[in-house]
Every structure is written in C-alpha cells, then in structure tokens.
C-alpha cells in the first residue's frame, strides 16, 4: 500500500479536523502529495497540494485560509488540518502521489497512487 489516508469522522459545523496521509518511505520521498475529495453527486475535486520538498503549496480557493497541509518528514505522514468546517466540506478525502508540476496540482490524472479515502461530515 503506497497512501493510506486517514483522520475522517463526523464534526459540527465551525469544527475543526485533522487527516492524515501515510505514505511509504520512497513514495514520501519522491512525489508531490495532495488532497482531493469528492462530495456527494460531484466530481472528485482537488483541496491542496504539498511538494515532495515540502517548499510548495497550493489550495482550492474554497479551502484557503481555512485548510493548512503540512508534512511530517520523521514519520512519512501528510496532513490536512481543517478548520472553520461548513456542511460544504462534507465529502470523501483522499490523498494522491504524483509528479505535477505547481500549476498542475489540480489535475488527477497526473497522480499515480492514491489513498482508499476517509470519510468527512460536517453537521450544520
């Protein structure tokens, strides 16, 4: 298993909530690691994204000031800390490694593996 994504559960709205991407030694290494989700009837839509240096970021402007992704480099893990969370942020999220280039974070089908997903609902 290269991404196991995990952290979801059920928050009220306002709340806060922490995920968590594990990620291989060599998969943490070498690629850009990023968040997406799919909400219910949507399209899974990119969060943010974290460079394999950790240097770059980048967010969904629905996320910005709100979202923050950070990486671990002793324990191999990314993180997705949300807060201010809306009935809005109620999806699966997912983790996915991958080489896109900064303007590209947004695109899926630059990504190579993916985590199974962790389940987010915020109660309004």
């Known amino acids: 298993v290269q991404l196991q994504a995990s952290g979801g559960g059920l928050v009220q709205a306002g709340g806060s909530l922490t995920l968590s991407c594990a990620a291989s030694?060599?998969?943490?290494?070498?690629?850009?690691i990023s968040w997406f989700r799919r909400a219910p009837g949507k399209e899974r839509d990119f969060v943010a994204g974290?460079?394999?240096?950790?240097?770059?970021?980048r967010y969904a402007d629905s996320v910005k000031g709100r979202f923050t992704i950070s990486r671990d480099n002793l324990k191999n893990l990314v993180y997705l800390r949300m807060n201010s969370l809306t009935a809005d942020d109620t999806a699966v999220y997912y983790c996915?490694?991958?080489?896109?280039?900064?303007?590209?974070?947004?695109?899926?089908?630059?990504?190579?593996?993916w985590g199974q997903g962790t389940e987010v609902t915020v109660s309004s």
């Open positions: 996915a490694a991958g080489r896109p280039v900064y303007s590209a974070y947004d695109q899926t089908d630059l990504y190579y593996y």
């Open positions: 974290l460079s394999q240096n950790g240097g770059s970021t």
């Open positions: 030694v060599r998969t943490y290494n070498t690629y850009t």
